[in-house]
């Protein structure tokens, strides 16, 4: 199925295993005249990157996205844009054991029962790095909204039970480095400056829109708008925002729904949190199987960040991006008179119900 | 845009308004050959139905479905269903007051913001009531699986702070009835029966379909998959599921990860929770504003369930079942030899890498 | 699968068999605002209806349209509107001989290889009745087009060897329906006012739109845009039109393109001519198999058209207006410097390129 | 809008520019196992590449493809296959005039109308050069069909108004080569082997999706299914092909309809012809507009074929493939009985109708 593309106008189609010979993404339906250059990318494809901290796995990743198409002059042509990111640094040795063997919390089993086979280096298509595709794409996505003035922003907010920035997280992750453990985590993510009206009431909400998108990132487990699992506790009497005017707007007093009702954006603030599991390469001996139906014991080799949150952030704030900025293309025929505005043409309906 | 339709293969598109004169769904893609009558959609409408206890509206809503076309000798011809469900007891009147004033915690102001103007009588198309036409679509698919070996059921877990079946429930809801006021609830649904290998690796995983589908349930305000939310505290040894072997099966010893990874059935049970907010509509007052930008109170009128949960577990279930249904004949061609098995030609295929 | 949709932002599903209870339309993505009436539609569903003239079978279809939601107080909402068009007047009786024998120029051998068996009443879902859903949804459609200055219009241009409206046109469908047999025909259709600039450069060219739109009314058998085949014999130097100003407006001197280049509207009128078959319905006796694979001969009862240009033309004008709407919309999305505009956002772009 | 896109299971996204740094494609949906090497490729991109021969283009184009992704030790892994074709011998300055000025025939101001200014350099996106990604495409749904016993060909038929192998052909490409001028051609294609029962009855009728196809390549400005325009001429007693038992199975005495019947296919050959306009680019000189609204006279450069029919036979053939390779994914959730025997479910329904 052809299950790599997201988006109906603004749609992007990734492609690339971990350890094959690059990854990469074509947008296609990004608006034409769009300034753009590779450093606009480059800029978030670092913030996924490895760092030098002791959060994130020791794999060196350049990760340079070039741009092969769909940009020319400075700016986009409104034909596809392809992007590129080259593999190095692949220690596909490290996986030499996995072909037959299937790794607890990861998708060998359920690849192999879809396809028959699989490519097992580095997870092949399922690895994490499979979202540097989105990120290069995600990052066209953000340029774009923020020519209509809309932000978004997303970090790492906890790391196990700890706040993300605390002593504890960090004394957490060197403890389960020396184990070979991993941990969970959370990420939250805010939107500004969206306007009301963005999302489809039915099927396409703009909720059920973003948390199809947050769901395709690997490991995520859990995603709230709002105040999310919170509600299920509240009364509708604390839990609805009061609507207020302020400096002429309509605008809501406090955001329990996070920006969005009946699907439909209100002009409050996006709110979004997403769940990590932990990282499930892990170097503690895990019972499993063998492709063939025999027991046995496996040890996760290889460079992997014990916790997930920090580099997933970017990703996060990504796909979201991808989300709005399509949304924000399908929301412009929605009215028949902005539709005759658009062509410059003028009113001349009959008048309704006569 | 488009967005009343749900699904690639196996597709739905509903339509109607709360208090116009029908509701119904097209089902496209249903293959031919089904055995299916009126009865086996009208027994999950009446799940959907207000019941005489406590906890639901006292609308009467007898809902029920005919089927327009699509079946032919009581069996699907492969050509598209169209079942309707037609309106009754729609007091509009209570309406009346609420064309021009943005009830806090729906959809109108968005709308308003969309569309330009709207058709205020019971909600609308963002009425609750419009999950009827989901749910006469979802019965199909359900049967559909079914026919497969694979069997969904839903149903409302918690109330407020409560069990849901426990007196303590049923008393908060007594209270709220009286108070005019409204809480918050959870539904869980289990998928059994699943076949490994359904979902894709990327944008459309299972997780992903399965949370946007739950997502687009008005009310919804977190999903979770397997241990959700839970897990951003685990740890990677404990979460794992770890493979073992029995009856000469692959099965996964625990669940932590929902029937779930990497997007990927892996046979094990699909476990989903949905946390849905308070009913908005409460007749405790409220601050909000009119469309002209002036400041008001409103108390909102109507029959209301306090509590959206109990009767919204159907619509899960069934929502479920389209994506399982969907996912189901789109994993038929993940594979040569399976298509060249079905379409009956021999292995001809040159070795490979030679 | 599901093929009973079509378009993308302006998208239709159509539903129904010949001689089941009724047939149907759900449009979806339908813009907000538009004046609409069931008169609207019901002037279209008459000119497909057949006439009282020589040409037209003599089937009684009273062909009523009924809006069953998504219009409220004589506008449209934005949200689906339903159509329905029940059936009257079904002699399924013609069709009893006809469920185990495959009728040559049909798609009943297809449908039972297909689907396994079929609903043999009238041609079910494959019956040229299912085309006034059609008819419905392109109503819509064109009366969305005009609000923007487009005006769409087809007819039948030859019936056999002469012209459509010649006396010998008229005696050969005499001659024809007391042979029982049949003539092939063609409609041509045009487009004017569409401005430069819809459709899309690749796979979503205007003219595979078009085409696609116009194969898919059982029947057709070539389509031609512009000058169509006559192109494979000309010269460049001929068949390029010139541009010139005139009124201050660039336009073609000449239209072999037929208003579309490059897959992209050049604001010249559009030009479609469609080459239909002849009935396949005849009552002279054909050879043919039975679905147990004996052969047999076969005359086909009921009332036939013995040619089907002349109320297939409005379905052409239909689907051409289900295409350019939805173009139309698609459109909108093409320049950041629109949406910025749209949006009510400053350029504060970058320039490109430093 | 996201018009590079083609297919729905077997999904292709083309993108590039003729004088970029490369076109690609990206094939998504490809089922696994499938035995895929470059040279595969390689073998149908050399009947894109202009010949020695006269009737061709001088410019020389290597056009070797190269597989990025979604193979792994030789086969195809399900997992999106990312070719890419690097760009050499780009002579930009033949095009240094062409920025503001619309050649006749061309998308050019089409182009600026839609996205306010372009890549003028050879086309752009609209160069018969994109079609270079849709053959490395088409090769690889062409080895997918010939898995199941389907094959393909297309080859020139017609120049001007001679057979395309005739002396006077050549006579004709000589002469115009001389003058700077071009002409028209045809291209036909035919499909052996395919089941009975590819497409559906409605709006994704196999010659909807095929005509669709068709048209997508530039300069195609008519298609034909069967007899196509000459069944407007044809009685219904002559068109409709009768069917016979020959060695058991069910076939057609004659194949007017070309294989296809309501849509769908009948297991005869399917035939589709194609009409191709003249070369537009031509040396001769043309009345022409510049952007900024004056006229002027223009004289395209450049090395151009001065006929089309030749090289694009080759795209018609993979364009076919393609339509072909989803269409048979497709219909494999076409029936019931068979999803069951797929997934190894025994027929527990209950009898229909009681």
Redesign the interface.
Same mark, same amino acid.
């Given at each position: 199925?052809?299950?790599?593309?997201? =988006?109906?106008?603004? #749609?992007i %189609?990734?492609?690339? *295993?971990s350890h094959?010979?690059?990854?990469?993404v074509?947008i296609?339906?990004c608006?034409?005249?769009?300034?753009l250059k590779e450093a606009d990318i480059n800029k978030y494809m670092e913030r996924r990157r490895p760092n030098a901290g002791k959060m994130s796995t020791k794999r060196k990743e350049p990760d340079e996205a070039e741009i092969?198409?769909?940009v020319?002059?400075?700016? %986009?042509?409104? %034909?596809?844009?392809?992007i @590129?990111i080259r593999n190095e640094d692949a220690h596909s040795s490290d996986y030499s054991g996995l072909w037959d063997v299937?790794r607890?919390?990861?998708?060998d089993?359920?690849?192999d029962?879809?396809?028959?086979?699989?490519?097992a280096r580095g997870g092949?298509?399922?690895s994490g790095r *499979?979202t540097s595709a989105r990120v290069a794409a995600g990052a066209v996505a953000l340029k774009?909204l923020? /020519?209509?003035?809309i932000s978004v922003h997303a970090e790492v907010e906890?790391i =196990?039970?700890y706040p993300a920035k605390s002593i504890e997280a960090e004394e957490l992750i060197t403890g389960?480095r020396k184990e070979g453990?991993?941990?969970?985590?959370?990420v939250f993510c805010c939107a500004s400056g969206v306007?009301?009206?963005?999302? &489809?009431?039915?099927? /396409?909400?703009l909720?059920? #829109?973003?948390? $199809?998108?947050?769901?395709?990132i690997?490991a995520?487990?859990?995603? /709230? @708008?709002?105040?999310?699992?919170a509600?299920?506790?509240?009364? =509708?009497?604390a839990?609805?925002?009061?609507?207020?005017?302020k400096d002429?707007k309509?605008v809501?007093?406090g955001n329990?729904?996070?920006g969005i009702?009946?699907? @439909?954006?209100?002009?409050s603030e996006i709110l979004i949190r997403a769940?990590?599991?932990?990282?499930?390469? @892990?170097s503690?001996p895990? &019972?499993?199987?063998r492709k063939d139906? %025999? *027991?046995t014991v496996i040890t996760v080799k290889g460079r992997h960040d014990?916790v997930i949150g920090p580099r997933a952030a970017v990703v996060v704030e990504c796909m979201t991006g991808l989300v709005l900025a399509d949304s924000?293309?399908?929301?412009?025929?929605? #009215?028949? &008179? #902005?539709?005759?505005s658009?062509?410059g043409?003028s009113d001349? $309906? /009959? &008048?309704?119900?006569?």
């Open positions: 199925m052809a299950g790599s593309g997201f =988006g109906t106008i603004f #749609r %189609t990734t492609w690339g *295993e094959g010979k690059a990854l990469g074509v296609d339906g608006p034409a005249g769009l300034a092969l198409s769909g020319w002059d400075g700016r %986009t042509t409104g %034909t596809p844009i392809s @590129i299937y607890p919390g990861h998708a089993f359920g690849f029962a879809k396809y028959g086979f699989r490519d092949g298509r399922s *499979e774009l923020s /020519e209509i003035g906890s =196990g039970a389960l453990d991993s941990t969970g985590s959370t306007p009301a009206g963005l999302g &489809d009431p039915v099927f /396409e909400k909720d059920a #829109r973003l948390s $199809s998108a947050i769901f395709s690997g995520v487990k859990a995603v /709230e @708008i709002g105040d999310g699992c509600v299920s506790l509240a009364r =509708g009497s839990n609805n925002d009061p609507f207020r005017i002429g309509i809501t007093a329990h729904a996070g009702l009946g699907g @439909i954006s209100n002009g769940y990590f599991k932990p990282t499930p390469s @892990i503690v895990q &019972d499993t199987v139906g %025999t *027991e014990p924000l293309l399908l929301n412009m025929s929605s #009215r028949v &008179d #902005r539709i005759r658009f062509y043409a001349s $309906s /009959e &008048d309704a119900g006569q």
